[in-house]
C-alpha cells in the first residue's frame, strides 16, 4: 500500500495554492517508486514499437495511454481517494479528468531516429563475425592468413549491405544474428534516457492537472455536469504549466496565482487566530462548538470568487489549558 500519511492536514491553515505546490512535490518525492514503475513500463513499450517500425505518433499514444492507466489505478487511485477527502473535493471530477487528460496534456517524444552507428565495441563484433566468415566462405587460399585479412574487411562489409541476395541465400541465419542482435542496439542509452525525461515530465503535469481538478472541484456544486465549462477553465489554469522543469514549477504556479486572481478568485488574508463573531459566520464554518467573543484557530481559509464565498474556510475553537 503506498504510503499516505504526508497528505494528512497539509492544507491546515495554508493557501490552496501552497496545497498545490507542497502535494505535487510530496507524491513525486514519497511516490518515486510509483512514478519510476509506471515510466519502465510505458518506457519498454514505447522502443518496442519503435523497434518495430511502427509510426512514431502512435508508439506516442500507446505509451501514453499506459501512462494514464498507470496513474489512474491501483494505488494511486487511493492516493486521489485520500486527496479528494483531505481536500473536500468532488470525484465525479477525477472521471471528467481521466477523459480529458489524454488531449488536454499530449505525449510529445523527439523523433530522434537512429543516434548515429554502432558502438565501437558492436563494429569490433561485427568485423569479428565477419572474419569468421571470410575464413570459411571466402575459401581464395590454403592458408588462413588471407581469408583472415581480406574477410576481415569484406565480412564487415557485407554484414552492413544485408540487402545483397548473395548474403541472404548464403549466410542468412548469422545475417539475421547481426539483423536482430548488434544493429538495434545502436538505440543505446542515451535513447531510453531521453524516453524515460520525457515520460517523468509528463507524469509530473499530469500530477499538477490531477491535482488543480480536485482543487477546482470544490464548492463548484453550481457547475456539476458542465463538462465544457469546467475543462475550459481548468485549461486556460494550466496550459502553462505543460513541459515545465521541475526546478522551475514554483515560478509557473506563481503564474497560475496572477491567473486565478485576474479571474476574480481570492484567499484573504487572516490572522491565525481571531475572535469569533457574528459576521465570522459568512466566511468560516467551525468545527465543534464556537460562541461569541471565543478565539478560533484558522485551519483552513476561505476562497472568494467576484466577492462571493465559494467554499468556507474553517475554525476551531481554542482550548484554554
Not at 509506471?38 to 501514453?64: H, M
Amino acid at each position: 500500500m503506498a504510503e499516505l500519511d504526508f497528505l494528512n492536514g497539509i492544507c491546515n491553515g495554508q493557501g490552496d495554492i501552497d496545497c498545490v505546490k507542497r502535494i505535487v512535490q510530496e507524491i513525486i518525492g514519497k511516490q518515486e517508486i510509483l512514478v519510476k514503475s509506471a515510466v519502465k513500463k510505458a518506457t519498454t513499450e514505447y522502443l518496442s514499437l519503435i523497434e518495430q517500425k511502427v509510426e512514431f505518433e502512435r508508439a506516442n499514444a500507446e505509451a501514453q495511454e499506459i501512462l494514464i492507466k498507470e496513474i489512474f489505478s491501483g494505488e494511486w487511485l487511493q492516493i486521489w481517494d485520500k486527496l479528494i477527502m483531505e481536500l473536500q473535493g468532488d470525484k465525479k471530477y477525477l472521471v471528467l479528468i481521466r477523459q480529458e487528460i489524454g488531449p488536454l496534456l499530449p505525449l510529445q517524444v523527439p523523433h530522434l531516429g537512429f543516434l548515429g552507428l554502432p558502438s565501437g565495441l558492436r563494429m569490433g563484433i561485427i568485423a569479428a563475425a565477419g572474419t569468421i566468415i571470410g575464413m570459411n566462405f571466402l575459401k581464395i587460399s590454403p592458408t588462413w592468413e588471407p581469408g583472415l585479412f581480406i574477410g576481415g574487411t569484406i565480412g564487415s562489409f557485407l554484414f552492413v549491405l544485408t540487402s545483397i541476395k548473395l548474403l541472404q541465400v548464403n549466410i542468412q541465419p548469422i545475417r539475421k544474428i547481426a539483423q536482430e542482435i548488434l544493429i538495434p542496439h545502436s538505440y543505446d542509452g542515451r535513447r531510453e534516457y531521453i524516453v524515460e525525461t520525457c515520460f517523468q515530465t509528463w507524469i509530473r503535469n499530469a500530477l499538477t492537472i490531477i491535482v488543480l481538478g480536485i482543487l477546482l472541484s470544490r464548492g463548484r456544486e453550481e457547475v456539476s455536469g458542465d463538462k465544457e465549462k469546467f475543462f475550459a477553465k481548468l485549461i486556460e489554469k494550466i496550459l502553462d504549466l505543460k513541459e515545465i522543469p521541475r526546478n522551475e514549477l514554483d515560478v509557473a504556479v506563481e503564474q497560475l496565482v496572477q491567473t486565478l486572481e485576474a479571474q476574480g478568485f481570492q484567499i484573504p488574508e487572516t490572522d491565525k487566530t481571531f475572535i469569533w463573531t457574528e459576521d465570522s459566520a459568512q466566511k468560516y464554518e467551525t468545527y465543534g462548538v464556537v460562541n461569541l467573543g471565543d478565539k478560533v484557530i484558522l485551519k483552513r481559509k476561505p476562497i472568494i470568487h467576484q466577492g462571493k464565498v465559494i467554499r468556507k474556510g474553517l475554525v476551531v475553537k481554542v482550548r484554554r489549558k
